[in-house]
T-cell receptor, first 114, second 109 residues
C-alpha cells in the first residue's frame, strides 16, 4: 500500500499564473476527493470523483478551478489566473466505494501565491 | 444551515491528564461522524467512524462516543506524541464530508 501521493508538495507562483496539482490515489480506490485547507481551518470540500466521473463540485469552487480524472486513475487540479486568496494547502483523498467513512489523505500540495 | 463545531479550539494538557474534545453537529440525515488526527504539514489521518447514537470506538488512549447532537473524543493519560490537531467530520447527503475547524492538542511532558 503506497498511500496517496501528491505532487508538487510546494508551489510558489505569481498572481495571474496557472498552476496544476497531481494526485495519485491508492490503486484500488474508486473515489477521489479534493479539499482545500487554510491555516487554522478544517479541510473544505472542493470536488469529488467516482472513477472518471466528476459527481460533485462545491458551489464555492470558482470557474478558475478545474479538475479531471482521466481513466479513473490519477487526478489533476488546475487553478487558472491564481489570486492571493488561493494560497492554501490542497489535499487529495481517496476511498473505496464500499467504505463511505475512511478517507485516505495525501500529504497535500501547499500553494503560495505572491 | 448545517454546521460542525469543535471545542475547545486549543487544549494544553500535562502528560497523564485526561480530557475530552467536543464535536457538535446540526446536519440532518447523518450517515456517519468521523474523527481524524492531523500533524503539522501533513494530511489528516483517519481514526474512527461512528454511525449511530450510543456507539463507542476505542484505539489506544482514545475513545470516541456519539450522541444525537455531538461526539466526544476522550483522551486518557495522554502522552506528548498525542499532540496534534483532531478534526471531526460528518457525512450526510451526497458524498461530501464536512470538517470542523479542529482542536489543537498539546501534551506537555
Amino acid at each position: 500500500d503506497t498511500g496517496v501521493s501528491q505532487d508538487p508538495r510546494h508551489k510558489i507562483t505569481k498572481r495571474g499564473q496557472n498552476v496544476t496539482f497531481r494526485c495519485d490515489p491508492i490503486s484500488e480506490h474508486n473515489r477521489l476527493y479534493w479539499y482545500r485547507q487554510t491555516l487554522g481551518q478544517g479541510p473544505e470540500f472542493l470536488t469529488y470523483f467516482q472513477n472518471e466521473a466528476q459527481l460533485e463540485k462545491s458551489r464555492l469552487l470558482s470557474d478558475r478551478f478545474s479538475a479531471e480524472r482521466p481513466k479513473g486513475s490519477f487526478s489533476t487540479l488546475e487553478i487558472q489566473r491564481t489570486e492571493q486568496g488561493d494560497s492554501a494547502m490542497y489535499l487529495c483523498a481517496s476511498s473505496r466505494t464500499s467504505n463511505t467513512g475512511e478517507l485516505f489523505f495525501g500529504e497535500g500540495s501547499r500553494l503560495t501565491v505572491l | 444551515e448545517d454546521q460542525v463545531t469543535q471545542s475547545p479550539e486549543a487544549l494544553r494538557l500535562q502528560e497523564g491528564e485526561s480530557s475530552s474534545l467536543n464535536c457538535s453537529y446540526t446536519v440532518s440525515g447523518l450517515r456517519g461522524l468521523f474523527w481524524y488526527r492531523q500533524d503539522p504539514g501533513k494530511g489528516p489521518e483517519f481514526l474512527f467512524t461512528l454511525y449511530s447514537a450510543g456507539e463507542e470506538k476505542e484505539k489506544e488512549r482514545l475513545k470516541a462516543t456519539l450522541t444525537k447532537k455531538e461526539s466526544f473524543l476522550h483522551i486518557t493519560a495522554p502522552k506528548p506524541e498525542d499532540s496534534a490537531t483532531y478534526l471531526c467530520a460528518v457525512h450526510h447527503t451526497g458524498n461530501q464530508f464536512y470538517f470542523g475547524t479542529g482542536t489543537s492538542l498539546t501534551v506537555i511532558p
